[in-house]
């Protein structure tokens, strides 16, 4: 079954940028539609960027549309997520997901 390990994550202040790294295992990234999705302590879990198999195409929430870039390395099997001019609102743990699998996260912190 797919793996999914993510990183990148960490503290910046409000209108820096990170970029965050989602490395799958155990499949072939060129075979998975990739999606990010982010969860806000007492809230719940969001989408917020999603590709097809070819990268071709991208889906993006309305609050990324704009700021966040998702793209990805088959070579590398990675998926990444590119975010700039960051908000606090965008504070959360963010989480890549194929295959109906899901990575443990990566925390994202935002101050003003």
């Known amino acids: 079954q797919v793996q999914l390990v993510e990183s990148g994550g960490g503290m910046v202040t409000s209108g820096g940028s990170l970029r965050l790294s989602c490395v799958v295992s155990?499949?072939?990234?060129?075979?998975?539609?990739m999606g990010w999705f982010r969860q806000a302590p007492g809230k719940e879990r969001e989408l917020v960027a999603a590709?097809?198999?070819?990268?071709?195409?991208?889906y993006y929430a309305d609050f990324a549309e704009d700021r966040f870039v998702i793209s990805r390395d088959n070579s590398e099997n990675t998926s990444y997520l590119e975010m700039n001019s960051l908000k606090p609102e965008d504070t959360a743990v963010y989480y890549c997901?194929?295959?109906?699998?899901w990575g443990r996260g990566t925390q994202v912190s935002v101050s003003s």
């Open positions: 997901t194929a295959a109906d699998k």
């Open positions: 155990r499949r072939t990234l060129s075979t998975l539609a």
């Open positions: 590709d097809t198999m070819s990268g071709d195409r991208a």
